[in-house]
């Protein structure tokens, strides 16, 4: 399973990059951060979609052009690709605001690649990195420490989704 989620991350990765040069333009990725093989839960592609169809809205409503869109389900989980005309930096800026400020944002991740296949980040603008969604900790310590246990990881992110769409 291991090699498929892999295998499944460099297919997006060069999926991204073969976008961005057809396009010459700003390639955004929405993927989520769900530990462990199973990625693919009908829940965690109905979150995915929710928190998608909330970003489009936001960029309708900024004016943010989207030209092409592309929909995926990979062993890596969901994934949308969305090409937009807009400046990275812009996108960025968005983005972490959505990933801070929605129920779900906290499980999304957002990734802007720029038409020289530049990854934007949230050290581009000056944003603290993620916390862990167990503790206060920066999310990547955690990780790296293995700090928590998986299964109460994934009850917290259930917990999330399952209040979100509770209230959707």
Same mark, same amino acid.
């Given at each position: 399973?291991?090699?498929?989620?892999?295998?499944?991350?460099?297919?997006?990765?060069?999926?991204?990059?073969?976008?961005?040069?057809?396009?010459?333009?700003?390639?955004?990725?929405?993927?989520?951060?769900?530990?462990?093989?199973?990625?693919?839960?009908?829940?965690?592609?109905?979150?995915?979609?929710?928190?998608?169809?909330?970003?489009?809205?936001?960029?309708?409503?900024?004016?943010?052009?989207?030209?092409?869109?592309?929909?995926?389900?990979?062993?890596?989980?969901?994934?949308?690709?969305?090409?937009?005309?807009?400046?990275?930096?812009?996108?960025?800026?968005?983005?972490?605001?959505?990933?801070?400020?929605?129920?779900?944002?906290?499980?999304?991740?957002?990734?802007?690649?720029?038409?020289?296949?530049?990854?934007?980040?949230?050290?581009? !603008?000056? %944003?603290? /990195? $993620? =916390?862990?969604? &167990?503790? @206060?900790?920066?999310?990547? !310590?955690? %990780?790296? /420490? $293995? =700090?928590?246990? &998986?299964? @109460?990881?994934?009850?917290?992110?259930?917990?999330?989704?399952?209040?979100?769409?509770?209230?959707?």
């Amino acid at each position: 399973m291991l090699n498929l989620i892999l295998k499944a991350r460099e297919e997006r990765w060069l999926n991204r990059c073969q976008l961005a040069d057809i396009y010459k333009t700003s390639v955004i990725t929405i993927t989520m951060n769900i530990p462990g093989p199973d990625k693919t839960k009908p829940k965690y592609i109905k979150a995915h979609s929710l928190f998608f169809s909330h970003f489009i809205k936001t960029l309708n409503k900024k004016k943010y052009h989207i030209v092409n869109k592309e929909i995926k389900v990979s062993f890596d989980g969901p994934v949308v690709y969305l090409i937009s005309k807009e400046a990275p930096d812009k996108l960025k800026d968005l983005s972490i605001k959505l990933e801070e400020s929605h129920p779900l944002g906290r499980i999304m991740d957002i990734d802007i690649m720029d038409k020289d296949k530049r990854i934007y980040s949230r050290k581009d !603008n000056q %944003i603290k /990195e $993620r =916390k862990c969604l &167990i503790c @206060d900790n920066p999310a990547r !310590n955690c %990780i790296v /420490e $293995r =700090k928590h246990d &998986i299964t @109460d990881i994934l009850k917290e992110i259930d917990n999330i989704i399952d209040d979100y769409i509770e209230n959707v």
